[in-house]
C-alpha cells in the first residue's frame, strides 16, 4: 500500500484504446509533506529522480464510461478537479513494477501497478469555476476558454479533459492528446482573437533558455502567422544524429498534423498568451535548438515554459527584418544555412498598409 499526496495528477495512457489504463499518480513521501513542483529551476537529473520515485497507479477503464462513471474512476475525476495536492491511499494487486518511462508530450513516469482499492484522504479543492464547467457540461472548446479566462492553469485544463470532465460528448482522453489539445485549442482561440489587434511596432526578438532547450523568437510586423523551426543537435534526446523540422501557420491555419508534435502547440501558446496580453498580432518566427543537455525528453511543459521565460525576458529592437535575422543567427550554434531556409512564411511578401506610405 502506498500513501500520499497526488500532484495532483491523474495519467491515462494510450495503449489498448479505447480499454485504456489510468489512475493518480502518489509519490513515495510522507503525507505530510507537499509535492515538488517540475520547473525549470530544477536539474534534469533531479527531475527525472523525482518521477522515478513516483508510483503510477492503473486500472482498466473504457473511454466511455466517462458518462457514467463507477466509483473508482469518480475518485480519479475528483482528483483531477482539484487545485492542490490531495492525499491519496492506494493499494495493489501485485508490487509495481520498477521501470522509468519517457514521451515526447507528457512527463516522465516512473514505477506502475494495478489498483486493487483507491481511497482519498483528504478533501479535494475544487475552483468554483472548475465545478461549474464541469457541472454546465457546455462544449469542450468552450469550457476550455472559459477556464482559462478564469485563470485556471493549462495542465488543470488538461487533466478535466482527459478524465472526461468537458464537453458534451464526454469520454477519457489519453494524457498525451489531452495535453496537446489544450494546447492547441487556447492557442487557435487566441490567434482569432488577435486578428482585429494592431500589428506591433518593431521587429522584438526574445531569448530565452532552460534545460537545453534554447529559444529565440521573432516578432515582426506583419499580420498574423507563426512558424517553428526545432533543431535537435547531435546528442540530444530522440535524435542522436541530429535533426531539423519545421511547422507553421497563419490566419488560415493549418493543416494536418504538425510533424513537431506537441511542442509545437506548447510553443505557440507561448507566444500567442504575450501578444493578448498586450493586444498586439505579429508574424512570429520561433526557433527552438535542443541540445546534448538535454539527453532525456521531459514532456512539452518544458517547451511552453521555456517559451514562457524567453518572452518575459526583455527584447531587443530592430528596424528591419534583416539586421533582427542576423542578430537571430548569432544566438544559435546551428549554421544558419540549414535552418533559415525552412522558414518559409517570414520570406513571403506582405501587403503594405496605408501607414506606411506616410
Known amino acids: 500500500m502506498v500513501e500520499g499526496l497526488s500532484p495532483p495528477e491523474v495519467f ?33 537529473g533531479e527531475i527525472i529522480s523525482l518521477r522515478a520515485s513516483s508510483i503510477r497507479s492503473e ?40 521501470n522509468l518511462s519517457f514521451d515526447s508530450v507528457a512527463a516522465p513516469l516512473g514505477p506502475s501497478g494495478e489498483i486493487k482499492s483507491l481511497g482519498i484522504t483528504t478533501n479535494p479543492s475544487v475552483p468554483k469555476k472548475v465545478d461549474e464547467a464541469v457541472e454546465e457540461g457546455a462544449g469542450a472548446s468552450v469550457a476550455i476558454g472559459e477556464l482559462y479566462s478564469a485563470g485556471v492553469g493549462v495542465a488543470h485544463i488538461s487533466r478535466l479533459l482527459s478524465l472526461g470532465l468537458l464537453g458534451k460528448e464526454r469520454k477519457i482522453v489519453p494524457t498525451r492528446w489531452s495535453i496537446t489539445a489544450s494546447d492547441d485549442i487556447l492557442g487557435k482561440a487566441m490567434a482569432i482573437s488577435l486578428a482585429d489587434a494592431p ?27 507563426f512558424e517553428l523551426v526545432e533543431i535537435w543537435m547531435p546528442g540530444s534526446a530522440w535524435a542522436p544524429e541530429g535533426w531539423i523540422g519545421y511547422d507553421g501557420e497563419d490566419l ?28 498586439r498580432q505579429a508574424g512570429i518566427l520561433a526557433i527552438r535548438e535542443i541540445s546534448r543537455s538535454y539527453w532525456a525528453p521531459l514532456g512539452v511543459w518544458v517547451v511552453r515554459e521555456a517559451a514562457r521565460q524567453a518572452m518575459a525576458n526583455r527584447p531587443c529592437k530592430f528596424d528591419s527584418l534583416q539586421v533582427a535575422l542576423a542578430e537571430m543567427e548569432k544566438g544559435i550554434l546551428t549554421p544558419s544555412n540549414e535552418w533559415l531556409p525552412k522558414a518559409s512564411l517570414m520570406t513571403q511578401p506582405v501587403q503594405k498598409s496605408l501607414s506606411e506610405f506616410f
Open 199 to 225: 500589428l506591433i511596432g518593431d521587429y522584438l526578438l526574445y531569448s530565452g533558455e532552460g534545460l537545453g532547450n534554447r529559444f529565440k523568437i521573432l516578432l515582426t510586423p506583419r499580420p498574423y502567422s
Open 252 to 279: 488560415k491555419g493549418k493543416k494536418g498534423y504538425s510533424p513537431l508534435a506537441g511542442g509545437y502547440y506548447a510553443s505557440r501558446l507561448a507566444v500567442l498568451e504575450y501578444l493578448a496580453r498586450e493586444w
Open 12 to 44: 491515462v495512457g494510450r495503449h489498448g484504446y479505447p480499454m485504456v489504463c489510468a489512475g493518480p499518480v502518489v509519490p513515495l513521501m510522507p503525507a505530510a509533506e507537499e509535492p515538488q513542483q517540475l520547473s525549470l529551476s530544477m536539474d534534469l
Open 59 to 98: 486500472a482498466r477503464v473504457g473511454v466511455m464510461e466517462a458518462k457514467s462513471p463507477g466509483k473508482l474512476l469518480r475518485s480519479f475525476q475528483e482528483i483531477a478537479m482539484s487545485s492542490t495536492p490531495v492525499g491519496t491511499e492506494v493499494s495493489f494487486l501485485k508490487p509495481p513494477k520498477p
